[in-house]
């Protein structure tokens, strides 16, 4: 990792873990919430699927899972061990929950059926290993959904990742597509999510 890449990886987890103890209550946190709802909903997996939730943040995609009656393997990871905390509070046993970077998940090869990531994905500070390593964990068959922040307008990204206490950078629709194709995977739909959202899932062939 380059040493730039350090610093914002640091300057992430370091917001992350001051923002974790107000996280579940800020305003915009109900919009978080709107995604990850339209996401399970088109997601709609076998209520067996083992299923890796990227950037779980307190588990709340989790637990939404949970209260939808899913009884598949369930795991999270998050590179703020205050994040976890909370996460580990609403969860309690149901979800195997890791301290990990996105480049290093602490799976074996073709382990989940199902990864997803809401939200998080303009974080990540080496976009190409990361997306990488979410298709490595994955079945063959799986499927990868990405739902990241996105704008029409490019300027708006720009101020955006300025102003953003950890961002690296707003993808495009067509950047997501060469990430998941580089990574191996066959992207099968991509879809706006409101106004400032979009989707991107991925088949692992």
Request: charged share 25%.
């Given at each position: ?30 919009w978080?919430?709107?995604?990850q709802?339209?996401?399970?909903r ?10 890796l ?11 939404m899972?949970?209260q939808?009656?899913h009884?598949g393997k369930?795991?999270g ?17 149901r979800a195997e ?5 996105v480049?290093k998940?602490p799976?074996?090869?073709g382990?989940?059926?199902i990864?997803m ?24 068959g799986?499927r ?17 990742e ?16 060469r ?8 992207v099968?739909?991509?879809r ?12 692992k062939?």
């Open positions: 990792m380059a040493m730039d890449d350090g610093r914002k990886l640091k300057r992430t987890r370091a917001f992350f873990n001051l923002w974790a103890t107000a996280y579940d209550y800020f305003p915009l946190i109900l978080l919430h709107s995604v709802k339209k996401v399970l088109i997601m709609d997996p076998p209520w067996k699927a083992a299923i939730d990227i950037g779980t943040g307190t588990g709340s995609a989790i637990h899972l949970i939808r009656g009884r369930l795991a990871v998050d590179l703020s061990p205050r994040m976890l905390e909370r996460a580990r509070r609403k969860l309690g046993k929950l890791h301290l990990a970077d480049t998940l799976f074996k090869a382990s989940f059926d990864v990531s809401t939200e998080a994905f303009h974080h990540f500070t080496r976009p190409e290993k990361a997306t990488r390593e979410m298709a490595r964990v994955l079945k063959k799986g990868l959904y990405v739902a990241d922040v996105n704008f029409f307008f490019r300027p708006k990204a720009w101020l955006f300025k102003v953003e206490p950890g961002c690296v950078h707003i993808y495009t629709g067509d950047e997501m597509r990430l998941f194709e580089k990574a191996g995977l066959a099968t739909t991509q706006r999510l409101g106004l400032l959202a979009i989707l991107t899932i991925g088949k062939r």
